[in-house]
């Protein structure tokens, strides 16, 4: 059965930075895309940053575009995403994400099969 456990959301002002983490296990992920989804409220969830397991392929939404960074540990089957600079309307709720994806169309194409239980990410003005 696939896990995937977040880790590192919080409190933080304007102008800071958080680092998420997820932990993944239970099968093996290469062929898949693993990334970071988030939703506000009243808003849709959206991809922020999504990375290919086997290569390290990385896409990331216009809003968090060199802000955001997003990168995997093949060996200990994490993925991580640093944030800094980061802005009230980055605050959501976070979900990591694994899944098949097109490699044509790049990591953002990534399915979400697996999803985490979410971890809460909140920037005060």
């Known amino acids: 059965q696939v896990q995937l456990v977040e880790s590192g959301g919080g409190l933080v002002q304007a102008g800071g930075s958080l680092r998420l983490s997820c932990a993944a296990n239970?099968?093996?992920?290469?062929?898949?895309?693993m990334g970071w989804f988030r939703q506000a409220p009243g808003k849709e969830r959206e991809l922020v940053a999504a990375?290919?397991?086997?290569?390290?392929?990385?896409d990331y939404a216009d809003s968090v575009k060199g802000r955001f960074t997003i990168s995997r540990d093949t060996a200990k089957n994490t993925v991580n995403l640093q944030m800094n600079s980061l802005k009230p309307e980055d605050t959501a709720v976070y979900y990591c994400?694994?899944?098949?994806?097109?490699?044509?169309?790049?990591?953002?194409?990534?399915?979400?099969?697996?999803w985490g239980q979410g971890t809460q990410v909140t920037v005060s003005s």
């Open positions: 994400a694994a899944g098949r994806f097109s490699p044509g169309f790049g990591p953002r194409s990534l399915r979400g099969d697996y």
């Open positions: 239970g099968r093996t992920f290469s062929g898949y895309a």
């Open positions: 990375i290919s397991w086997s290569r390290g392929n990385t």
